[in-house]
């Protein structure tokens, strides 16, 4: 079945300690979309590509960098993670651009402990 | 700025009964809206998506109504189950992006049996 993957779905790091999370998607959608969702809020978006183009919300702290080396993969690279960068980690992936109301299918997210 | 709310009350009803679960949004004119299913440690799950110039959508038990005029939109579950019990969030179009969505925090449903 075409999908979202993320790996590894529980990632411990130290304080300060740099980190990757990876994402690949099996549905060929042009853009991936990386979030972070704290308990009982909203998925916050981080990032996205739009194809090869890239992003950033502009309350994404530059902590946060992300790579996509090619259409399936993405990655979130966090240079120093911090206890308040502890969060659910999400990946999506969405056709936007070729349909118009922008579907997301999101991965199983990576749950990251900073100690 | 864009803003979504959504009661933060976690919403629990007896199973058989009619789930509604309300999104508003302030400081924009959304094309469409969706609505997702997230259950507790998984990626949200896209449900549905009503547009601006449909007043009502169904999916099997579930129908999403959405008033551009109130600025709301309704998420129903019909004949509930306690397999529903999760939380659903809605999400509007990004305002300065038509390839991001915004997310409203959710409302988490329980349904009692």
């Known amino acids: 079945d075409a999908m979202v993957i993320q790996n590894p779905r529980y990632q411990v790091t130290q304080f300060g300690k740099p980190v990757t999370l990876s994402c690949s998607q099996t549905l060929n959608h042009n853009v991936m979309y990386w979030y972070q969702q704290k308990s009982s809020q909203a998925p916050k978006l981080l990032f996205h590509y739009y194809d090869k183009d890239f992003n950033n919300e502009a309350d994404t702290p530059d902590n946060f960098q992300s790579r996509r080396p090619n259409t399936s993969f993405c990655f979130l690279d966090i240079r120093s993670p911090g206890l308040g960068d502890a969060a659910m980690y999400l990946c999506?992936?969405?056709?936007?651009?070729?349909?118009?109301?922008?579907?997301?299918?999101f991965g199983p997210g990576t749950r990251l402990t900073v100690l | 700025s864009q803003k979504i709310e959504q009661n933060s009350e976690a919403l629990n009803i007896q199973e058989g009964k009619t789930a509604t679960l309300t999104c508003n949004y302030t400081?924009?004119?959304?094309?469409?809206l969706q609505w997702y299913r997230q259950d507790p440690g998984r990626g949200p799950v896209f449900l549905l998506l009503?547009?601006?110039?449909?007043k009502e959508k169904r999916k099997e038990r579930l129908k999403v109504t959405f008033d551009t005029t109130l600025k709301q939109s309704l998420f129903h579950i019909t004949a509930s189950q306690p397999a529903d019990s999760a939380t659903y969030l809605c999400?509007?179009?990004?305002?300065?992006?038509?390839?991001?969505?915004?997310f409203g925090s959710g409302t988490r449903l329980s349904i009692r049996p």
């Open positions: 999506a992936t969405s056709t936007a651009g070729e349909q118009p109301y922008n579907e997301q299918f």
């Open positions: 009503i547009r601006e110039n449909e």
């Open positions: 400081n924009y004119s959304p094309a469409y």
């Open positions: 999400a509007l179009p990004g305002y300065s992006s038509a390839s991001k969505i915004i």
